[in-house]
């Protein structure tokens, strides 16, 4: 069964500061999302990863992956107040068509 | 462009009534899905469409539950009767066969509260 963990599920910081959420999944798998999530919104992608050591960055976020380790890693740099939101990573569910197994989900709150 | 729309976007109703929900894929979209999350649980996997067809209809939690999609373009999604456990957002998704295949665009989600 695929499992995808998320770490942390919650967590508060500072403007200007640096820091990574992880996710971990227990199965192959090629293909893994991120998705952001603002109160009452809709989910938007923010990053596809296809592939081992595939590097996306899109202004201050920047997505990894690692198909052997079965890690992805969302890093933001010089956090600032817009980005604070829920991130989602999900993991393609590679016996089925599409179907997505979600992690729990990192708040992230930034305070000015 | 308009993004993949639902209907209705919050719901409050008792425990035994029917509600339904409607989700309005982005145009072109061959491939929909519905998935939700109900409270303090993880996003989970519904059941997917391409066109009209049902292609995995798994996560679908009981016979409670009726997925359509006539004419390959809107779907429904029928709880009846709904059952307190049922609260939580349901999320629908479209995504196109080819082109930007691999990404999902997601609707605003349709909040259901059984009370």
């Known amino acids: 069964e695929l499992k995808v963990e998320q770490n942390p599920l919650f967590l508060s910081m500072q403007e200007g500061k640096n820091y990574t959420i992880y996710c971990n999944y227990s199965?192959?798998?090629?293909?893994l999302y991120w998705y952001r999530q603002d109160p009452g919104k809709s989910l938007e992608s923010l990053f596809v990863?296809?592939?081992n050591g595939a590097v996306k960055q899109e202004g201050r976020l920047m997505a990894s992956l690692d198909t052997k380790a079965r890690l992805s890693t969302l890093h933001i740099t010089a956090a600032v107040h817009d980005l604070s939101a829920t991130y989602f990573c999900?993991?393609?569910?590679?016996?089925?068509?599409?179907?997505?197994?979600w992690g729990a989900g990192t708040k992230l709150i930034i305070k000015p | 462009e308009a993004g993949v729309t639902q209907f209705p976007s919050h719901s409050v109703i008792e425990k035994g009534q029917t509600v339904t929900l409607r989700c309005d894929p982005i145009?072109?979209?061959?491939?929909l899905y519905w998935y939700r999350r109900v409270m303090g649980k993880e996003i989970k996997f519904l059941l997917h469409f391409v066109k009209e067809s049902k292609q995995d209809e798994s996560g679908m939690p009981n016979n409670r539950f009726l997925a359509e999609r006539t004419g390959g373009t809107y779907s429904t999604l029928k709880v009846q009767p709904a059952e307190l456990e049922d609260s939580g957002v349901y999320f629908c998704a479209s995504s196109q066969v080819s082109g930007e295949r691999n990404t999902i665009y997601f609707g605003e989600g349709s909040w259901l509260t059984v009370v």
């Open positions: 990863l296809l592939s």
């Open positions: 199965t192959t798998s090629d293909r």
């Open positions: 145009s072109g979209h061959d491939n």
């Open positions: 999900a993991v393609l569910y590679m016996d089925s068509n599409y179907q997505l197994i």
